[in-house]
Every structure is written in structure tokens, then in C-alpha cells.
């Protein structure tokens, strides 16, 4: 197996790091500093019979490159979102399809301990949240090719459609609480509402602390999830903190659980996987 990375920005070497370490030492990159604005040289990493290729880049550049490799039915995990357009996202769909190979789009949190322990209690008991607060906060860096709802909210719609499946309605206030911050709004606020469900989104990259967290409110109690911290509280007695030790150290990675699904399609639901794509892009485009 031969394996290619696009990109080697700050998740490009998080990507490339960890195949490093999951085993994965024969790996051709094209970096961006090399390869300049265009990322050009992408195309010679298709001529050294590369199976898998990880895509790293800017959101604008996702169509070609994804379009470029899923044509020679190379299989592709492409940094999220995959477009911020639906039609797009459809069309290298069926391009991978056409060529008997994966598009995989890259929804980390779904692939993370606490969420889906969390989607399997909903499953397994007769409890559903009433509100989901989520919370992705700091400051800096801003994004120079989409906005905070893109880059950031982007996470948390996945893992909403993760756990609650297709949501009823959205709605979105766009701003900029830095005001230096450029032509991209730098803040979010969404509120999608499920049948039973209503979940607020809040993601800046103008706060001045970093925050990651998630509140589950239920009709007994709350689920509280403190990314940064790594804990994770509950006074919902059902729901049993301690399946997770308490304190959220898992022994893998979700990237590298990510990756390890990409490669060798372990548990992976091609089908689901990509209905989580196409709808995050239809609710952050207001096609709802």
C-alpha cells in the first residue's frame, strides 16, 4: 500500500505524524510550500501507484484535487468540509462511485470516544436530549479561506447529524466580534432544531480563552463534556462516566481511529458517512 498526503499544514502533519506512528512509514507528501498557492504538484503524487491519498488544503482547492485522484479510482480522505457547495460534494460523490473507490470526509468527532458513547446511550435507553449546548471557542487563528461557521461549527452540525440524524430546521447569525479580522466572519451562533431536540452552536475565533465543550441537558439531568480538560460529568444516573474512566483519556486518538477506518474500512459505513457530508453542507449553506 502506497500512501499520498496533499498538504502538510498544522492538520497535514497531525495526519502525516500519526501514520508515522500507526506504521505507516512509505509516504509520499506534496507540501504546499513547495507546491505553492495551486498545490500543482498533487498530479505526480498519482504517477508513484499511490492507493490512498490524504487531502490537507484549502477548502477552495478540495474539487481538483479530490476530483484529480478519485478519477484514477484512488481512494480519498479529504479534510472537512469537502465543499461549501451541495452540487460539488454530489458530483465527486459519483465520481468515486464511477471508480470503484472511497471518498471519506474527514468528521473527527464522530470518530471520538465521549461522542459516541454518548449517541449509544441515546440509542440504548429511553432518554432523549432536550438541548445540546456546544461550545468551540478561541482565539485565533482565523481561517483565510472559509468563515468560523465553515471551519468551525462545521464539527459540531456533523456531530449533531451523528447522534440525532436530519434535523427540521436552522438558523444562523454570521458576525465578527473582532473587527480587524478581515472579509471572513470570524463568529456563529446556530440553532438547529430536531423533533425533540434543539441544539445551540456558539464557535468564534475571536474569544479570548480557548473552550471546548459540549452540554447534553436531559429531563433528569445534564451530560457535560470538557474537551480541554478531558472530563466528562453526568448527573444523569443512567448514563455511566465510568465506562470512560472518568477522566476522557483514550488510548487512541480519533484521528488515528479515523484514519485506521479510511485505510482498511474497518467499520466503515460508506453510505452514512457520506449523508453526514451532503446534509452538514446543505445546513451550513442555508439549503435547508
Known amino acids: 500500500m502506497k500512501i499520498g498526503i496533499v498538504g502538510l499544514g498544522y492538520w497535514g502533519n497531525n495526519i502525516h505524524r500519526s501514520l508515522r506512528l500507526m506504521g ?16 500543482s504538484n498533487y498530479e505526480k503524487l498519482s504517477e508513484d501507484n499511490i492507493t490512498h491519498v490524504f487531502v490537507a488544503t484549502p477548502a477552495s482547492s478540495h474539487n481538483n484535487i479530490c476530483r484529480h485522484f478519485l478519477q484514477k479510482g484512488i481512494n480519498v480522505f479529504c479534510e472537512k468540509p469537502l465543499s461549501l457547495s451541495l452540487e460539488t460534494c454530489n458530483t465527486l460523490y459519483s465520481i468515486a462511485e464511477e471508480n470503484n473507490c472511497n471518498l471519506f470526509v474527514d468528521w473527527i468527532y464522530t470518530f471520538n470516544a465521549v461522542v459516541r458513547s454518548i449517541k449509544s446511550f441515546i440509542l440504548n435507553s429511553d432518554k432523549t436530549p432536550k438541548n445540546i449546548i456546544i461550545n468551540r471557542l478561541n482565539k485565533g487563528p482565523s481561517r483565510e479561506d472559509v468563515s468560523a461557521r465553515w471551519d468551525l461549527a462545521s464539527h459540531d452540525v456533523a456531530v449533531s447529524l451523528y447522534l440525532l440524524g436530519n434535523n427540521s430546521g436552522t438558523k444562523w447569525m454570521d458576525f465578527n466580534r473582532d473587527t480587524n479580522s478581515g472579509f471572513y466572519w470570524d463568529s456563529v451562533t446556530g440553532i438547529l432544531s430536531y423533533d425533540q431536540t434543539t441544539v445551540q452552536i456558539n464557535c468564534s475565533w475571536a ?78 449553506s442555508y439549503e435547508c
Open 207 to 284: 474569544y479570548d480563552r480557548k473552550v471546548r465543550d459540549m452540554i447534553f441537558e436531559f429531563e433528569d439531568g445534564f451530560i457535560k463534556w470538557d474537551e480541554l480538560a478531558q472530563t466528562i460529568e453526568s448527573t444523569v444516573i443512567e448514563y455511566d462516566t465510568d465506562l470512560l474512566g472518568g477522566e476522557v483519556l483514550e488510548a487512541e486518538s480519533p484521528l488515528v481511529t479515523a484514519i485506521e477506518t479510511f485505510i482498511n474500512k474497518s467499520s466503515f459505513n460508506y453510505q452514512f458517512q457520506k449523508q453526514i457530508t451532503l446534509d452538514t453542507t446543505r445546513i451550513l
Open 24 to 39: 505507516y512509514d512509505d509516504t509520499k507528501t506534496c507540501d504546499p510550500k513547495v507546491c505553492g498557492v495551486d498545490f
